[in-house]
């Protein structure tokens, strides 16, 4: 049984797309272009303002820190913070495209996904002749640290879904939970629109770091002792939590391919995303890749007891 998310054939954008913002991280404002790519291209970033114009793909090999943000590089550049980017392509189904971006750090826009999908749906989408490709788990892989943790397992149907809960000590970011089956729909109304989030009393500590530098009340909420310093609140009672789903569908999709299964989350960041990922691709025997005209030949994996997994 196919369901929705699946499709068959790959996707690039139809037209190139102008942005242009600050750095959440350097403060340092940036224009970028996003452009239509071939198929089995996936993601490429350039670095227009270096001689050469290096590219990097956006895969798990060029990785090179998960501190605050992930980002990708080399020992001559990288391009930081690009999970939000990263969210919008594989929320939208986005395979191939190429980012030009004439700086080090992906704009950080309003601490979401959102303008990043609204730039990409006028765009519009266009198919391309080869099948799109799937990481189909069949038997559960896991990662944990220091009461954090991340489980994946064989989804019941050709899906994928999260089941994702954060717990920190703050009476604005309590236990929060957030579990849903993911479609093009539920990316955009549930999670593209939730924002970066963090603490005043960590602001400054940040920014003696060289961290957070253009972070404002535009681009991120802001956890008072008491009080949620934006305007206007939150855009979700859970936004926290809807963030962090938000956070890992970017750093998941640097797997190369989107995947079907079961995520379980208790207090995952970008570190232990990032241990996800280079654990699934160590554990090669435990996953398929299948493209979706074959789809319909795969097994339905056999979902494991919840109390099981820990022992695997």
């Given amino acids: 049984m196919l369901l929705y998310i699946i499709t068959m054939l790959q996707k690039t954008i139809k037209n190139s797309i102008k942005f242009s913002g600050v750095g959440l991280h350097t403060g340092r404002a940036v224009n970028g272009r996003i452009v239509p790519a071939a198929e089995d291209t996936g993601i490429t970033f350039v670095r227009t303002d270096i001689p050469g114009r290096p590219e990097l793909k956006a895969e798990a090999s060029n990785v090179l820190t998960t501190s605050y943000a992930t980002s990708l590089g080399t020992k001559e550049f990288s391009i930081s913070t690009v999970e939000h980017l990263l969210a919008a392509f594989y929320g939208l189904g986005v395979d191939n495209a190429v980012v030009e971006i004439n700086g080090p750090e992906v704009p950080i826009l309003d601490g979401s996904s959102a303008e990043f999908i609204d730039m990409i749906e006028s765009a519009g989408l266009s198919e391309l002749c080869s099948p799109r490709k799937y990481i189909v788990i069949r038997r ?57 989030f963090g603490f005043l009393h960590d602001v400054e500590t940040l920014r003696k770091n060289g961290l957070a530098r ?36 970017g750093d998941i999709s640097l797997l190369g391919a989107p995947l079907v299964c079961r995520i379980i989350a208790h207090r995952s960041g970008h570190s232990l995303n990032y241990k996800l990922i280079q654990q699934v691709l160590k554990m090669r025997g435990r996953w398929e890749m299948v493209d979706a005209w074959s789809m319909r030949g795969v097994a339905k994996a056999e979902l494991p007891a919840l109390d099981k997994v820990a022992t695997l």
Wanted: charge should be negative.
């Fill in 214 to 249: 253009g972070g404002s009340l535009d681009n991120a909420i802001v956890i008072g002792e008491g009080e949620i310093l934006n305007e206007g609140g939150l855009r979700y009672p859970d936004e926290f939590v809807r963030h962090k789903v938000l956070d890992m569908m």
């Fill in 140 to 196: 559960p892989i896991k990662v944990q640290e220091n009461g954090k943790y991340v489980f994946v397992m064989p989804a019941e149907e050709m899906e994928f879904t999260v089941d994702y809960t954060i717990d920190f000590s703050h009476p604005f970011v309590t236990r929060q939970n957030f579990s849903r089956r993911f479609s093009k729909e539920v990316f955009k109304n549930e999670v593209g629109r939730a924002r970066t």
